[in-house]
């Protein structure tokens, strides 16, 4: 499965044709000359413009490195056992995929062709109930509900958790934040159909009852506060574009 998603990186930089008239116009300097060939070198860089095209493959034991690494990205600080997520995604290589780029040009200076820029999955949580990570999983979340929700939400998550006969699946899909929200779409789709299919199956990550999903948001710094009217309302962005539409 591949996605024709693109991202590019453009950075902002002198206009290379300015500079070159800039320093045919003005006059000789003593100095080294190195600084200044530098300095257009440099620029030529930053002004680059690059253009990426992302597919998905099947997770597999290569990708160890990559998952956990975006796995640590999403629990930032948080007592999760990260290494032993990341074995279960691969275990259950049967649902989920990551993201990997499509053609790695013979004159890049990317050394792994094995890179992960982001991957997406189905957990079980119910299945796997007893597994330490899943249990520290939980524990998060509902410290953060407690914190963040009222009691009585609080009391019914904690009775979905707990509850063997409605499975809770915890949907986990994280990449790069230059990764364009476009490749979350057929992503997605191919996750549902090996979700249908684990379950026809009878293999781990089939069907649930419950979806749980742990999205990152971002809110615009407060430059002041109005004089009247009071403080403005807080409106959070989702990290991933494709979050809000699921919620």
């Given at each position: ?119 997406v999955t189905m957990l079980n949580l119910t299945e796997r109930k007893d597994v330490q990570c899943v249990e520290e999983l ?12 009222t009691q009585s939400v609080t009391e019914q998550l904690e009775k979905i958790l707990n509850d063997n006969s409605k499975p ?49 948001t971002c809110k615009e710094a407060t430059k002041s506060i109005p004089a009247r009217g009071g403080a403005p309302k807080e ?13």
């Open positions: 499965m591949a996605s024709s998603a693109k991202r590019r990186a453009v950075g902002l930089g002198e206009n290379p044709e300015e500079g070159e008239n800039s320093s045919d116009d003005s006059p000789e300097e003593e100095g080294d000359d190195s600084d200044v060939e530098e300095d257009s070198d440099a620029s030529e860089q930053i002004d680059e413009e690059v253009i990426v095209d992302f597919e998905a493959h099947a997770i597999s034991h290569n990708d160890f490195s990559g998952i956990k690494k975006l796995l640590l990205q999403l629990f930032l600080k948080a007592h999760v056992n990260t290494s032993e997520m990341t074995d279960i995604i691969i275990q259950q290589n049967h649902v989920g995929s990551v993201i990997k780029q499509a053609e790695i040009p013979e004159d890049s200076d990317d050394d792994d062709p094995d890179e992960v820029f982001g991957f939980k524990e998060l979340i509902m410290d953060q509900c407690a914190k963040n929700s809770v699946g915890l949907l986990l899909s994280e990449r790069f934040i230059n990764v364009p929200p476009q490749i979350a779409l057929p992503l997605h789709k191919q996750l549902l159909e090996e979700i249908a299919e684990a379950q026809r199956t009878n293999k781990p990550s089939g069907m649930c009852h419950y979806c749980l999903m742990i999205s990152k409106e959070h962005m989702f990290i991933n574009a494709e979050e809000e539409v699921l919620l």
